[in-house]
């Protein structure tokens, strides 16, 4: 056999040896898998920018609610408790952006000094009127009733107790043997509810001067039935 024919020989020996040889490079032997890498460093390409692009949006939308108009409203001047009684000493008035007044914050101090608190405040928090005492908003019975005045229940039913259609800060008459023994009294609360009307009661709490209580007492004590008449909602005399 001539050089040349060896030569010839050897280079196809080894061009069999390499085909039959598995390649070194993964992604010619899985050519799908390079496509997913690829597919796969776009997309987390295009999510980087997009989220880039919201938390830019995000920061100018904050920016521009800070630099927004202040309103005056007024805050806690220390960790307040629930039930503490407020004044100047307690409270202070601080400029809050508008996008961050909260609903119902107070900016008179005039609306507060004097009132109670129904929830525990922590510094710097807005004073809104929820958080304070008062007819019609409270935590407790204790809050409902006005100073110089007791609360007291009675049982009724759905003859004397109005058909079960009264509601927290109704007024009514307490009628026993048919006889007025007071006038205009305050619904503080129906069965264990102080803010909501509730269907069906069976107890009626009522804002009573002490006199009336032992009156009232007396009767129930005696197998006495009181009954209670509505007022109008536009009559709000005190009970006496």
């Known amino acids: 056999m001539s050089f040349l024919d060896r030569g010839r020989t050897n280079a196809s020996t080894t061009k069999a040896a390499l085909a039959s040889q598995p390649t070194s490079n993964i992604f010619l032997r899985h050519p799908n898998l390079f496509i997913a890498i690829v ?4 997309t987390l390409a295009v999510g980087g ?17 800070m630099s927004a108009e202040t309103v ?16 100047e000493a307690t409270l202070r008035i601080a400029d809050v952006p508008q996008p961050f007044v909260s609903k119902g914050a107070l900016r008179d101090l005039s609306l507060i000094i004097g009132r109670e608190l129904i929830v525990a ?8 009127a929820d958080m304070l005492s008062g007819e019609g908003n409270v935590s407790s019975l ?20 109005l058909a079960g259609l009264l509601h927290p800060g109704d007024r009514v008459d307490l009628l026993v043997q048919g006889e007025v023994i007071a006038n205009s009294v305050r619904v503080l609360a129906l069965d264990s509810s102080l803010n909501a009307s509730v ?17 009232l007492q007396f009767a129930q004590d ?7 008449t509505l007022h109008p909602a536009s009559e709000t005399e005190v009970g006496e």
């Not at 920018?49 to 609610?65: C, D, F, H, N, P």
């Open 199 to 215: 269907n069906g009661y069976t107890t009626v709490t009522l804002e009573l001067t002490s006199e009336v209580a032992c009156v």
């Open 72 to 87: 005056s409203v007024v805050v806690a001047g220390r960790d307040l408790v629930m039930g503490e009684t407020l004044d």
């Open 142 to 161: 204790a809050f409902a009733v006005n100073p110089g005045m007791v609360a007291t229940s009675i049982a009724v039913t759905m003859e004397t107790g």
């Open 121 to 128: 405040v922590r510094d710097n928090t807005q004073i809104t």
């Open 39 to 42: 597919a796969l460093a776009v």
């Open 49 to 65: 920018s997009v989220i880039a692009g919201i938390m830019s949006a995000e920061t100018v939308a904050l920016r521009k609610q």
């Open 222 to 228: 005696s197998g006495e039935r009181a009954r209670l």
